[in-house]
């Protein structure tokens, strides 16, 4: 059996989670169990989904009306509730799938997984399938941990009386810039990936760590600093501040901390360079991976320098603690999330000041993007520059980026927060946020019912993102990645005013497309650049329609209460018109009329999750078709 569970009902990942918990928080240990069954809860539905989609090694679906079955390879049948194919579909706690031959009632994912496996030809479970089952199980477990944060959290901010999470977070930061709405609600995403079945593992992080660097647990983390070399340092600008200069612009305490230091060292830090390093990097991998930097002074640790950091969504960037405005730090980690290690890639830390400034330049020009579009630049990224005697990877592991600030962006009685925050819970009322937001709409001028609040928002929301972002794709070939974590929106009393859009790691972009428009094609490295048009579509298409809008319709649906064809029609409608602009110009028509069939057609590429999770190169992603929401709107 790949799942095992103890004499408690709890996985080895579970215990440790919950031992972490009691030592750390003794008073908290008893709302670990229902967070635990809302966790396998959730593990189960996303990895029922996705057994469905991707249908691997032979899994067949046999669709009913009130249930559908998985038939495994071997035969054997599974059965589960209708809905749970569907995406963002409500998982209850207590969920639970049931083996037709037996009735055995399955609620946890790796059991559910341990099932396929057993059904494989010849009874074959490769090193992949174990593993997925063990990120499954690692990743309930995290879960878990994380939902008794989130509660932790609210119980801590709640106050009497207090109005919603709007109104709330609008009169906090109205009292000082030391407060981030957008960090407070990045933190409140704490069920991760909407669809991945491994949404929440923290591979090479332990219990122990996540409650002292996660952002479901920790307000604030303090970064480290290492000053680098020159020699040994390579620096990517947008403007003339590079990373130094920033840290001491933004944080001068660090700054003067590692002056100091290396002074103090027989060092003389106007050859040096600053970079800010996660406290988990510069704890675990540091002083192993660059002994040898480390003991002939190319790289030096600061130990009195620190950066108030507040850890966001995708835990390696921070905002700042001492000040909203200040740049957003992205830090490597080597730790896995979802598919990959997420440390800075060289490439990335080249290309993304370069790429950040052609886009901030095509929406200055770009008449039809409507000013209510924003590219945050990536003001400048340093990393490390090794040497032959350096381990591969020394590069990547020893890297940031520094980010323009969403709040920077944002005036004043307005709220930034992440698209993937439209579909959480409110970090001060439990319910969802949607709910506080929509009771602002339907209050706001011409009061509207509540299903007219919600097709009035996603009005809004698209009018911001969808023009901007096709434009960018069909006339341009400049196609951005914008799933729920990428894309900021900027609210004022209630609806959409504007879309920021963050992080340029993995988009692609058309040389010739840009060309065409008189745009110099930049030095671009590694897979950013690509003339692959189908490529270029489904990098954005596919986080644009499903893991962007897609849950956000789904979330209005509910919390709306309107029906989700009606809302889709919104979506098809801000589509159509989108591109009939964009045929208006001869020397794109053509691209965009192409980019609209597949737009439009009946099918929508989506990640293939199961079958990235299992390969041997989980950055080349696969892709299943879907049914296409917008197939029959308009």
């Known amino acids: 059996m790949v799942l095992c569970r103890g004499d408690d009902g709890c996985t080895p990942a579970e215990r440790d989670a919950l031992g972490a918990l009691g030592a750390a928080h003794p008073d908290l240990a008893a709302t670990f169990g229902p967070a635990l069954r809302q966790a396998r809860a959730v593990g189960l539905g ?55 031959r037996d009735g055995h009632a399955i609620d946890h994912p790796a059991a559910l997984l341990d099932a396929v496996i057993r059904s494989l030809p010849g009874g074959a479970c490769s090193t992949q399938w174990r593993q997925l089952s063990d990120e499954v199980a690692s990743s309930v477990a995290n879960h878990a941990l994380a939902l008794v944060g989130e509660s932790w959290r609210r119980e801590r901010r709640h106050e009497p009386g207090s109005p919603g999470a709007l109104a709330w977070a609008r009169r906090r930061s109205a009292a000082g810039m030391e407060f981030s709405p957008l960090a407070v609600f990045e933190q409140a995403v704490v069920d991760g990936h909407p669809l991945h079945p491994c949404a929440r593992i923290r591979g090479g992080m332990t219990p122990d760590d996540l409650l002292a660097h996660a952002p479901e647990w920790a307000d604030e983390v303090a970064l480290g600093v290492v000053a680098v070399e020159r020699t040994a340092y390579r620096e990517v600008r947008l403007a003339k501040q590079g990373m130094t200069c920033l840290v ?6 660090a700054a003067i901390a590692a002056s100091a230091h ?21 704890r675990r991998t540091v002083p192993e991976r660059y002994e040898t930097a480390l003991g002939d002074g190319r790289i030096v640790v600061v130990p009195r320098a620190a950066i108030p950091g507040r850890p966001l969504l995708s835990l390696r960037t921070f905002a700042s603690g001492a000040d909203r405005r200040g740049p957003h730090w992205k830090t490597s980690v080597d730790i896995r999330l979802t598919t990959a290690v997420r440390v800075v890639s060289p490439e990335a830390a080249r290309n993304g000041p370069v790429i950040s400034g052609v886009v901030a330049e095509i929406c200055r020009r770009d008449k039809g993007l409507g ?12 990393s490390y520059r090794p040497s032959a005697d350096d381990p591969p990877g020394a590069a990547a592991s020893l890297a940031a980026i520094a980010r323009d600030s969403p709040e920077r962006h944002v005036a004043a009685g307005e709220l930034a927060l992440p698209a993937a925050a439209l579909a ?29 609040a919600a097709a009035c928002f996603l009005d809004a929301y698209c009018a911001c993102s969808l023009p901007p972002l096709l434009t960018l794709l069909s006339g341009w070939g400049v196609a951005l990645e914008p799933h729920g974590e990428n894309v900021v929106v900027v609210l004022r009393r209630g609806l959409p005013v504007s879309v920021l859009y963050r992080d340029f790691g993995g988009i692609r972009v058309s040389r010739s497309r840009l060309a065409r428009r008189g745009v110099a094609p930049p030095p671009l490295s590694g897979a950013v650049p690509t003339e692959d ?13 499903v893991t962007n809008l897609g849950q956000v319709v789904a ?43 597949a737009l439009f057609g009946p099918t929508l590429p989506v990640k293939s999750m199961l079958r990235i999770q299992l390969s041997a190169t989980p950055h080349v992603p696969q892709w299943v078709d879907v049914p296409n929401p917008l197939h029959r709107t308009g």
Do not use: N
């Open 248 to 253: 001491e612009r933004w944080h001068p305490l």
């Open 46 to 100: 996303k990895l029922w989904g996705a057994l469905a989609r991707d249908r691997l090694g032979g899994i067949t679906v046999v669709r009913g009306e009130c249930h559908t079955t998985l038939r495994l390879p071997d035969g054997t049948g599974v059965r589960g509730p209708s809905r749970l194919t569907e995406m963002f579909a409500e998982y209850p706690p207590g969920l639970s799938v049931t083996l037709s």
């Open 262 to 282: 290396l002074r103090s060292i027989g060092r003389d830090p106007s050859d040096y360079e600053l970079l800010p390093v996660h406290p988990w990097q510069l």
């Open 533 to 545: 048009e189908e490529g270029l579509r489904a990098k954005c298409l596919f986080p644009l329609l």
């Open 424 to 452: 959480t819970r409110s970090p001060l009322t439990g319910r969802p946020l949607l709910a506080d937001v929509l009771e602002e709409v339907e209050l706001g001028p011409g009061r509207r019912s509540l299903a007219d």
């Open 555 to 597: 979330a209005l649906s509910c919390a709306g209460a309107c029906d989700a064809g009606r809302l889709w029609e919104i979506v098809g409608r801000h589509c159509r018109g989108a591109h009939a602009e964009l045929q208006r110009e001869t020397a794109i028509r053509a691209q965009a009329s192409r980019d609209e069939e």
């Open 371 to 382: 000013g209510r579009f924003h590219a945050l630049p990536e003001l400048a990224s340093g």
